[in-house]
């Protein structure tokens, strides 16, 4: 069964701080992605990022940048220089590579950015 | 380029009655995925639909059921609402049989009273 475990309920820090929101997860499947959604107050969940299995390399999008690491099951998330906007939940999610796949939630976690 | 659209944005029903969620595509996307997001919690799959057939279902059951047109629309039916179906439901749309990403609409808020 494939799980994904986001630790973190609720991260608050100031603006301009770096935060990271952890994502741990688990599969039995060899090759699978992994995804970050946005959902601010108004419910839509924004597409972030996908990364395959097989392709280890960490990414930077401009203030966003993502670790994923295979050998700890981990794709973890880093927002640098955090801004006010970018408070909402963000969740981590999994599926398996070939077919038809369902996306598995974590349970999100809420950051609050405050001025 | 339209992304997801999904409608009603709210709706306000009573036990036992009965509920339509509609959603069309993201122009280009030909599968339909649904899923149920109770408050504080991450979406949980419903179904998914492509060649407006079920193609996966979740652990949900019968009195969920839904429909895929073939203009790529889908509609989600839930007969005889209980108190525990307040959700938001979001419907996803993708692209081919590789469904790589899924992109999401803005949610349809059902409350149940």
């Known amino acids: 069964a494939q799980k994904v475990t986001q630790a973190q309920t609720e991260i608050s820090v100031v603006e301009k701080e770096d935060v990271t929101l952890d994502c741990v997860y688990e599969t039995r499947d060899t090759t699978y992605y992994l995804f970050w959604y946005k959902q601010p107050p108004s419910g839509e969940l924004v597409f972030l990022i996908r990364?395959?299995?097989?392709?280890?390399q960490n990414e930077i999008s401009g203030r966003y940048s993502w670790n994923f690491q295979k050998s700890t099951s981990s794709f973890n998330f880093t927002i640098t220089a955090s801004q006010v906007v970018d408070s909402a939940v963000y969740f981590c999610?999994?599926?398996?590579?070939?077919?038809?796949?369902?996306?598995?939630f974590g349970t999100g976690t809420r950051l609050l950015v405050s001025p | 380029d339209a992304g997801v659209t999904q409608s009603p944005t709210h709706l306000i029903k009573t036990r036992g009655q009965q509920v339509t969620l509609r959603c069309s595509p993201k122009s280009g996307h030909d599968t339909v995925s649904w899923y149920q997001q109770a408050l504080g919690q991450g979406p949980q799959f419903i179904f998914q639909?492509?060649?407006?057939?079920?193609?996966q279902r979740g652990n949900f059951p019968d009195r969920f059921s839904g429909h895929q047109f073939p203009n790529y629309s889908s509609e989600l039916n839930v007969n005889a609402l209980l108190l525990g179906d307040s959700a938001l439901y979001l419907c996803a749309s993708s692209s081919g049989l590789a469904q790589e990403t899924q992109y999401f609409g803005p949610g349809t808020r059902l409350l149940v009273l």
């Open positions: 999610a999994l599926r398996g590579f070939t077919g038809f796949q369902k996306l598995v």
């Open positions: 990364r395959n299995s097989f392709d280890e």
């Open positions: 639909y492509y060649e407006e057939e079920e193609r």
